[in-house]
T-cell receptor, first 114, second 114 residues
């Protein structure tokens, strides 16, 4: 019930394509869903996040779609660029908790070919 | 600019050695975390600390211990390193107030146990 399942494990797209990364969760008590981006040799960094009271959030070329009834959420990268090549992690947490603990998905390695 | 630093980027140790991984943050954050990152398994929480001298086990604490004597410093200790502890270790910190509690990560320590 504490798991977040992420797919696919790896993804290769051409420049300009729209990679989509999917995540699913079981625990309906989760109320905060961030995505982290990790470049080689660096630690992950917060990219974009959503709360379950909205169905979509967009920041620049990155969009989260959220389906509360299906307990799924996904990251879309519009007009993908080689600079977007990185590992992406979805996560879930209890925003109301002071610990700030995150449960991470398994990660998706994205390669955007020029 | 927020900063989380880890004492080593690469470390090679022998089976049975005691290993110390150190993490320092300059953001006055109460919460600090240790994760290990393995391909296909994502980020798994080893231990976290929500205050000086306070700690809680994460999902995979076996074989590890932690120490937090000062607010800015969180150490991960492998009492007797084993080959299955070869991994990337990531430290993170976050502020406990607010809903998002963004975690800020260090660059990671890649540990090889021979």
């Amino acid at each position: 019930q504490q798991q977040v399942k992420q797919s696919p494990q790896s993804l290769i797209v051409q420049k300009g394509g729209i990679p989509i990364i999917n995540c699913a969760y079981e625990n309906t008590a989760f109320d905060y869903f961030p995505w982290y981006q990790q470049f080689p040799g660096k630690g992950p960094a917060l990219l974009i996040a959503i709360r379950p009271d909205v169905s979509e959030k967009k920041e620049g070329r990155f969009t989260i779609s959220f389906n509360k009834s299906a307990k799924q959420f996904s990251l879309h990268i519009m007009d993908s660029q080689p600079g977007d090549s990185a590992t992406y992690f979805c996560a879930a947490s209890y925003g109301s908790s002071n610990t700030g603990k995150l449960i991470f998905g398994q990660g998706t390695t994205l390669q955007v070919k020029p | 600019d927020v900063k989380v630093t880890q004492s080593s980027r690469y470390l090679v140790k022998r089976t049975g050695e005691k290993v110390f991984l150190e993490c320092v943050q300059d953001m006055d954050h109460e919460n600090m975390f240790w994760y290990r990152q393995d391909p296909g398994l994502g980020l798994r929480l080893i231990y976290f600390s929500y205050d000086v001298k306070m700690k809680e086990k994460g999902d995979i604490p076996e074989g590890y211990s932690v120490s937090r004597e000062k607010k800015e410093r969180f150490s991960l200790i492998l009492e007797s390193a084993s080959t299955n502890q070869t991994s990337m270790y990531l430290c993170a910190s976050s502020f406990p107030q607010g809903f998002t509690k963004t975690q800020y990560f260090g660059p990671g320590t890649r540990l090889l146990v021979l």
